[in-house]
């Protein structure tokens, strides 16, 4: 069972535009929503991350809006530009509740295209 | 990459042999993890580590083993490999549970 839904699975932008990506979890205990980019060959890294406790949080051109009573959260890439090209991963993971660990739960990816 | 190494970085083996992908990291980071990665599915933990000798599953540990000896390595053995196991490995190293997860360069195995 998939617990974190993310869509769309590929995303084309022109230079300057806003991209969304939208991710939706299932479980209400999740209280920790990273966002991870990754480059072809390398590793995902952290891009910007939201806790429940805020309905958005900006750094740079990059926006988290975090929906809690829809269990919804999305990413804004404003002004995207071609070195924005990656994979963008969301994921959520719960803090420790009697044996389970906070262990981060991916969605499937996508695949962003910023055309010049 | 937050001083996390993975080895070896490509692989190519035959199907039923053993094969063991290791995880050494220099940030001294309590928990360590196990990632695979396949078009279409994302990552998916494999196997996480909570501290040495601590080690539980994930969500697709069939097929897979892992040990910790060691605070700053952890090691992932694929007991017999199989065609289903071709993919690129994630080590993920963690200070502490519910936060950021830094991610190693990537091992990518071809069982044959």
């Known amino acids: 069972q998939q617990q974190v839904k993310q869509s769309p699975q590929s995303l084309i932008v022109q230079k300057g535009g806003i991209s969304i990506i939208n991710c939706a979890y299932e479980?209400?205990?999740?209280?920790?929503f990273p966002w991870y980019q990754q480059f072809p060959g390398k590793g995902p890294a952290l891009l910007i991350a939201?806790?429940?406790?805020?309905s958005e949080k900006k750094e740079g051109r990059f926006t988290i809006s975090f929906n809690k009573s829809a269990k919804q959260f999305s990413l804004h890439i404003m002004d995207s530009q071609p070195g924005d090209s990656a994979t963008y991963f969301c994921?959520?993971?719960?803090?420790?509740?009697?044996?389970?660990?906070?262990?981060?739960?991916f969605g499937k990816g996508t695949k962003l295209s910023v055309k010049p | 990459d937050a001083g996390i190494t993975q080895s070896p970085r490509h692989k190519v083996t035959e199907t039923g042999t053993p094969v063991t992908l290791r995880c050494h990291q220099t940030e001294n980071h309590r928990y360590m993890y196990w990632y695979r990665q396949d078009p279409g599915h994302g990552l998916r933990l494999i196997h996480y580590?909570?501290?040495?000798?601590?080690?539980d599953k994930g969500e697709v540990s069939d097929g897979y083993s892992v040990s910790r000896s060691k605070t700053e390595d952890f090691l992932l053995t694929l007991e017999s490999a199989t065609s289903s196991q071709t993919s690129v490995y994630f080590c993920?190293?963690?200070?502490?549970?519910?936060?950021?997860?830094?991610f190693g360069q990537g091992t990518r195995l071809t069982v044959v």
């Open positions: 479980n209400t205990a999740f209280d920790y």
């Open positions: 993920a190293t963690g200070p502490s549970l519910n936060t950021e997860a830094f």
């Open positions: 939201i806790r429940p406790d805020v």
């Open positions: 580590s909570y501290g040495v000798k601590d080690t």
């Open positions: 994921a959520a993971s719960r803090g420790y509740y009697g044996g389970s660990q906070g262990n981060l739960i």
